[in-house]
T-cell receptor, first 116, second 110 residues
Framework: NAGVMQNPRHLVRRRGQEARLRCSPM?????VYWYRQLPEEGLKFMVY????????ESGMPKERFSAEFPKEGPSILRIQQVVRGDSAAYFC??????????????FGPGTRLTVT | GQQLNQSPQSMFIQEGEDVSMNCTSS?????WLWYKQDPGEGPVLLIA?????ELTSNGRLTAQFGITRKDSFLNISASIPSDVGIYFC??????????FGKGTRLSVIA
């Protein structure tokens, strides 16, 4: 029973390039979340998606960042025209449908983005 | 948004010692989750708490949901070297699926 998968694990981009981060949720999970972690910091919520729907993107910068979770395939976090400040670890988490009191999310290993 | 304050920020302990850390908030949380993160990895869920006053164990780990709903505690008994890592508390807050504290960094001296 595979856990949450993310790729690539490490990504290096030059300023101005695009970064695409992929996330495949755990089997049976239909909800995906993206978080960003800076060194020595906790995780900051970015966006919450279900299949083909963005539920909450309140934590995502308004410009250059976008996320999708298509009907088929992984969830994608896309960062256009990257800047040095985008360097961070990006984590994806998944959960089963939120019902009752279950808020448990399971995290992937992360993608470490370095912008040079 | 809501903030979770974790203390201590870091701790150095001898192998075999017990560890206590806590997480506080200025407002009420209805769920508390404790995660551990190893270097270069994603957080791993350790314990989930859903009721005020609840005490839940997972092996050598025990966590409690404070009765005020504004705090939670995590204890590790008889620490071992593999307990090294960063421990985060988290909880749903308003529309945000999970808010995280900044973590407690644990180092174990053999």
């Amino acid at each position: 029973n595979a856990g949450v998968m993310q790729n690539p694990r490490h990504l290096v981009r030059r300023r101005g390039q695009e970064a695409r981060l992929r996330c495949s949720p755990m089997k049976g999970h239909s909800h995906v979340y993206w978080y960003r972690q800076l060194p020595e910091e906790g995780l900051k919520f970015m966006v919450y998606l279900q299949k083909e729907n963005i539920i909450d993107e309140s934590g995502m910068p308004k410009e250059r960042f976008s996320a999708e979770f298509p009907k088929e395939g992984p969830s994608i976090l896309r960062i256009q025209q990257v800047v040095r400040g985008d360097s961070a670890a990006y984590f994806c988490a998944s959960s089963p449908p939120l019902g009752g009191l279950n808020y448990e999310q399971y995290f992937g290993p992360g993608t470490r983005l370095t912008v040079t | 948004g809501q903030q979770l304050n974790q203390s201590p920020q870091s701790m150095f302990i001898q192998e075999g010692e017990d560890v206590s850390m806590n997480c506080t908030s200025s407002s009420i949380f209805n769920t508390w989750l404790w995660y551990k993160q190893d270097p270069g990895e994603g957080p791993v869920l350790l314990i989930a708490l859903y009721k005020a006053g609840e005490l839940t164990s997972n092996g050598r780990l025990t966590a409690q949901f404070g009765i005020t709903r504004k705090d939670s505690f995590l204890n590790i008994s008889a620490s071992i070297p593999s307990d090294v890592g960063i421990y985060f508390c988290a909880g749903p807050s308003g529309n945000t699926p999970l808010v995280f504290g900044k973590g407690t960094r644990l180092s174990v001296i053999a």
